[in-house]
């Protein structure tokens, strides 16, 4: 309920409550109450079934805000300061360097689901949120891009947010961020080509940005890190060359760790977690394309 502080006199609020935790539902009415005695206009919506999940929440909670022009979007660990809504009209902030590479060159890039503000029209007029993937912002995303809406990120608005707290909740999380834009993939793909996109677009999106970044990358990830490297190291009759062993995967981590507040104190962890979770990724692709 800390969101509560960006709302403006003259908007609305609402809560997306789909938990079935008794503890967590008086926490978030305790918290309800105290708002609407400041006198927000803040409501909790709570559905008798979860369909849809996220999507189905988020599709529900529209319905009483179509009257508004902008919605912004949190979720319940994002913790946005009172000057937020002051300070952006934008689609998200997260992965700094690439969404603002993709934003910058003209290309498409993806809401993260949450602290970002959506014009509703433009929700609305693409047919609002979908459930078909476990990525509905991208989902979204795609839809709004498609249909020739533009997003802009504004790369020096941030909103602080909670990291998970355990290894397993990082691994479900990465799961679904892998898993769900190859399910995007296959069901937008004819979409994708058939929209009024230039040629060129078209191409990078279907083979670029999904085929390669989403879906190849995990692959030769998994094999070169997990698989040659360690061969190479056991087997002397296995030749890395020395720019694939070294120059690229050192190349990769500064790149990455330069975006990083703090970033070089990490970065030898960074790259064997990484690799580490290349097996989970992996799976998460080909669940991807199973389903």
């Known amino acids: 309920m800390h969101t509560a502080q960006v709302i403006p006199p003259v908007t609305a609020g609402e809560v997306l409550d789909d938990s079935t935790d008794r503890m967590t539902r008086e926490l978030v009415d305790d918290k309800l109450m105290e708002w609407l005695e400041r006198g927000l206009d803040i409501e909790v919506l709570r559905r008798t079934n979860r369909a849809g999940y996220k999507a189905g929440a988020l599709k529900e909670g529209l319905q009483r805000l179509q009257d508004f022009d ?13 000057a937020f809504l002051a300070q952006e009209i934008s689609l ?11 934003f910058s060159s003209g290309t498409f890039f993806n809401f993260n689901g949450t602290a970002g503000v959506w014009r ?15 990525v509905e912002d991208m989902d979204l995303s795609l839809r709004a891009y498609l249909a020739g809406w533009k997003g802009m990120y504004l790369r020096d ?11 397993f909740a990082y691994r479900k999380q990465q799961h679904r961020w892998t898993c769900g834009p190859v399910q995007l993939w296959r069901k937008a793909a004819v979409d994708i080509w058939a929209s009024s996109l230039p040629l060129h677009s078209k191409l990078d999106l279907i083979l670029c940005y999904f085929g390669i ?5 995990h692959w030769v990830s998994m ?21 694939a062993l070294v120059h690229i995967p050192v190349l990769v981590t500064l790149t990455t760790v330069a975006f990083t507040p703090r970033g070089w104190m ?17 799976g998460a692709v080909i ?5």
């Open 266 to 282: 990490h970065c030898i962890h960074y790259v064997l977690f990484e690799n580490a979770m290349g097996l989970v990724r992996l």
């Open 223 to 243: 094999g070169f890190f997990c698989g040659l490297v360690p061969l190479s190291v056991f087997t002397p009759e296995v030749s890395v060359p020395l720019w």
């Open 120 to 134: 509703v029209r433009t929700i609305m007029d693409i047919g609002g949120w979908n459930s078909r993937t476990t």
């Open 70 to 82: 902008f919605v912004a979007i949190f979720d319940a660990d994002f913790k946005p300061d009172s």
């Open 213 to 217: 970044w989403k879906v190849a990358t």
């Open 287 to 291: 669940a991807g394309k199973s389903c």
């Open 92 to 102: 998200n902030y997260h992965c700094k360097c690439e969404q603002y590479a993709h």
């Open 157 to 167: 608005v941030t909103c602080l947010n909670e990291l998970p707290a355990s290894f």
